[in-house]
């Protein structure tokens, strides 16, 4: 099955645009974390998007969740790792099942940083942000697995089977962890990557841990790392046009992921904009193959 459009995250953008995809009449699947995954779900209380007055932000995404669900819309529980373009189809990678459709929609939050000093030199040679891709090449070796959520135990759970050692930090609160006895908890936050031709060293206030590989698993891949091809404004957010279109003819993005102000109502907003703007995008792509 080709979908009409992929909407790649689950915040009030992503879902704002799949509502109104939806709304046309496109086919329409949605890759989303778990909404606790999410930064407004932690927001005590939300008093600037209107009509919903001192609602947590718990409440809020859940009754952004409630309304997608009840038009019917396609939630699928799975972490993108990156998608291409080949002529008028979006090929999408999430845990390695591939999903089509004829448009897509970055609705990914804030933009990220790198996380540590040196990362983005040793992308490819010996960083990597998916385990499940390039866990086999560290069959026997030591590597360290740095964890954003909870979502990261499963990726070093299946690390741990193929690496000699693995060391794991959790960058989130937890009193116990249960892995295999190869893997070391550090309950630290590391600051920067070292090497040659490849990473040798993983950094952290008081220690150096040799490893030969680091996995940063992130709650999102960062946009640079889903697709090649995206253009930036210099603060690092996805540019866009006023139809959310950004440089790749039939991606477009909406949300924090495009700059300020990180507000539930402009995410919403965009979102809507990006949705009709694909729902349009689709018509065209399918008149053409008449």
């Known amino acids: 099955m080709i979908y009409d459009c992929a909407v790649i995250g689950s915040g009030p953008a992503g879902l704002s645009a799949a509502i109104n995809l939806a709304q046309t009449n496109r086919s329409v699947v949605v890759f989303a974390t778990k909404l606790e995954d999410s930064s407004i779900y932690r927001a005590p209380e939300v008093n600037n998007y209107l009509g919903f007055h001192g609602v947590t932000g718990k409440e809020l995404l859940q009754a952004f969740y409630d309304h997608a669900k009840k038009m019917g819309i396609e939630v699928v529980y799975k972490k993108v790792i990156n998608f291409y373009k080949s002529g008028d189809i979006f090929t999408i990678n999430a845990n390695n099942e591939f999903f089509e459709a004829y448009s897509v929609i970055l609705a990914i939050g804030t933009p990220k940083k790198t996380l540590l000093e040196n990362e983005s030199e040793f992308v490819g040679r010996g960083i990597s942000y998916c385990a499940i891709c390039d866990g086999m090449l560290y069959r026997g070796r030591n590597i360290a697995v740095i964890g954003e959520s909870m979502e990261a135990e499963e990726e070093a759970e299946y690390l741990s089977e193929l690496a000699k050692k693995v060391y794991y930090i959790p960058l989130y609160k937890k009193n116990e962890f249960h892995f295999r006895d190869n893997v070391e908890i550090v309950l ?71 700059g300020r102000p990180y507000q539930v109502a402009k995410a919403v907003g965009e979102g809507q904009i990006a949705g009709l703007s694909a729902s349009t995008y689709v018509k065209m792509v399918k008149e053409k193959q008449k």
């Open 188 to 258: 630290a936050r590391p600051k920067g990557v070292y090497g040659e031709d490849f990473v040798n060293a993983l950094e952290f206030e008081d220690r150096i841990l040799n490893v030969d590989g680091i996995f940063i698993i992130r709650k999102t891949m960062p946009a640079d790392q889903l697709i090649y091809g995206l253009e930036f404004t210099e603060d690092g957010h996805i540019k866009v046009d006023d139809k959310m279109q950004t440089s790749i003819e039939g991606l477009f993005a909406a949300g924090d992921c495009t």
